[in-house]
């Protein structure tokens, strides 16, 4: 099995602490956007899409998509469970999981997106969407404070995948200009905790 990867990327470190929670080590391949290296049609073929990461199997199938390719390495690897361990659990982290992506993840990525200077000549940049998202993160990122006055962790009382994909988001805003709001303590305190574990740093 060989994991593509983008080293800086915020999704590409979705997986790698995925696997490191798991204490899984896979061959990677480091792809450099820089020099288009996910646009050459070699890479094309693999991912129409250009993005990372990639998961090859050893019999040439492809994954894309972090958290397709997360779910089947936990199958593969199933302790810790990082999707929950019981039905109700697997549900509490899908649904956790989905607001993480949808009401943090998306502002700040549209942030990142339509208002620094990295995208300029790569994406059509609408700033005033920048602008928009950058209020709806912190809107979001306080309400999701709230939500975690009285829990360790986001979707259940163990480290999730909702909580590794909050953490990869909230890197990205504290180095694109949407950090933790000052006034959210408990998130800070959240943050503190996940970034503190071994794996924050694969
Ligand atoms: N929904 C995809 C998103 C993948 C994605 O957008 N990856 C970014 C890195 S964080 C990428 O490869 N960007 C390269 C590009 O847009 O050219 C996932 O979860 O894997």
Redesign the pocket.
């Known amino acids: 099995m060989k994991l593509y990867n983008?080293p800086p990327?915020?999704?590409?470190r979705r997986v790698r602490i995925f696997l490191a929670e798991k204490g899984v080590e896979l061959e990677t391949v480091d792809i450099d956007?820089m020099k288009g290296e996910?646009r050459t049609p070699e890479f094309l073929a693999m991912n129409p899409m250009?993005?990372?990461?990639v998961l090859e199997l050893d019999d040439g199938t492809i994954l894309?998509?972090?958290?397709a390719i997360s779910r089947y390495l936990e199958h593969l690897h199933p302790e810790p469970a990082l999707f929950g361990a019981t039905p109700l659990e697997q549900a509490q982290v899908e649904m956790w999981n989905r607001r993480m992506e949808y009401e943090i993840m998306a502002p700040i990525t549209a942030v990142f997106r339509h208002g620094n200077p990295f995208w300029e000549g790569r994406i059509t940049q609408v700033p005033d969407f920048a602008d928009v998202a950058r209020a709806q993160a912190s809107e979001r990122m306080l309400w999701l404070d709230r939500h975690l006055a009285d829990r360790e962790f986001i979707a259940t009382d163990t480290y999730t995948v909702a909580d590794i994909t909050a953490q990869c988001a909230l890197l990205l805003g504290r180095n694109t200009g949407t950090p933790i709001p000052d006034e959210a303590a408990n998130l800070t305190r959240w943050w503190k905790g996940v970034t503190a574990r071994p794996s924050a740093r694969a």
Do not use: F
């Not at 990327?9 to 590409?12: A, D, E, F, K, L």
């Not at 250009?50 to 990461?53: I, Q, V």
């Open positions: 983008l990327g915020m999704n590409p956007m996910n250009g993005t990372l990461p894309s998509e972090s958290i």
